[in-house]
């Protein structure tokens, strides 16, 4: 199979298309045939190895010390089941499906456990729609949802609200209730407030930080604030709540147990198929849509990383692995 890979951390020059084996389910497993994924923000930084201050080292532990242990990138992917494991009973061949992998999604093959965030694609949403929901749309539903309990009247700041998780965030917080500022450059101002933001600030002109008591929850989806700064904007028993973090924000947590004042919370989300069926619910009564910057080819996928790494998109930047109407192979 065809696939981008990279051997080596450094630049968006490093990924390559190489062949590899196509992969076999194991018993647990379905053969998905991708047509869609993209190039998320995580993608740029494992490849970069970027990880943040004391993450340095655990990220690269992880990921491999010395050169990348897991060659192909990819979190979000949308395609086609070909083949299961004897043991899947969630899925079988032909079902469109979509999820979140963790990797694998640049290749024209992935495995994936039937038990992992996959679901099967609704006929009304295509592949690219498909694959550029669940990376931001998870990350922004478990945050809003399940760490800062976001509910109906409250007030919350998305910082980076035009981006691959702030472009969920804005529509995810409406359709909780909330009322909605997001922190955008003048350029995106008018496509934040169609994602249903109540107002727009633009940061060129205007600190997020200078409102006084006016947020209950700060959502830094993009790094641009930091937990003494926001303290004045928020309110007293409010949260702020960075999608990013390193050593500095640990340092953080201690300064606000110290003052008792509005509180910080680190969390990294784990990704489940339940969450994957409430963003199609949400995409089904009109209150979230995918959204797309630019699509790429599988092949010129260094100019998608390079695109990402500028931090300057609107919503997900898609990678068409395979044209949705190739030939589909059968099981």
Known sequence: MKAAIYTQYGP??????????????????????????????????????????????????????????????????????????????RFRPSQRVFGFSGGGGHGEYLTVSQDAAIAVTPDALSDTDAAALPWGGLAALVFLRDVAHLRAGQHVLIVGASGGVGAYAVQIAKALGATVT?????????????????????????????????????FDTVGATRYPQMLRALKRKGLFLPLNFGGRELWHILLARLIRGPRLALHVNADKAEDLQVLLDLVAAGKLRPVIDRRFALDDIRAAHAHVETRHRRG???????????????A
């Open 182 to 218: 997001g922190v955008a450059s003048a350029a995106n101002a008018d496509f934040v407030r169609g994602l249903g933001a109540d107002r727009v600030i633009d940061y060129r002109r205007e600190s997020p930080a200078a409102a006084v008591d006016a947020y209950d929850l700060v």
């Open 12 to 89: 968006a020059d490093t990924v390559r298309i190489a062949q590899l084996p196509t992969p076999a389910p194991g018993p647990e497993e379905v053969l998905v045939r991708v047509r869609a994924s993209s190039v998320t923000t995580a993608d740029w930084r494992l490849r970069a190895s970027a990880f943040p201050g004391l993450l340095w080292l655990p990220g690269r532990l992880i990921t491999g010390l010395f050169a990348p242990r897991n060659p192909v990138l990819g979190m979000d992917f949308a395609g086609e089941v070909v083949a299961t494991g004897h043991a899947v009973t």
């Open 316 to 330: 997900a930047v898609i990678v068409d692995v395979a044209l949705e109407d190739a030939p589909r192979m059968c």
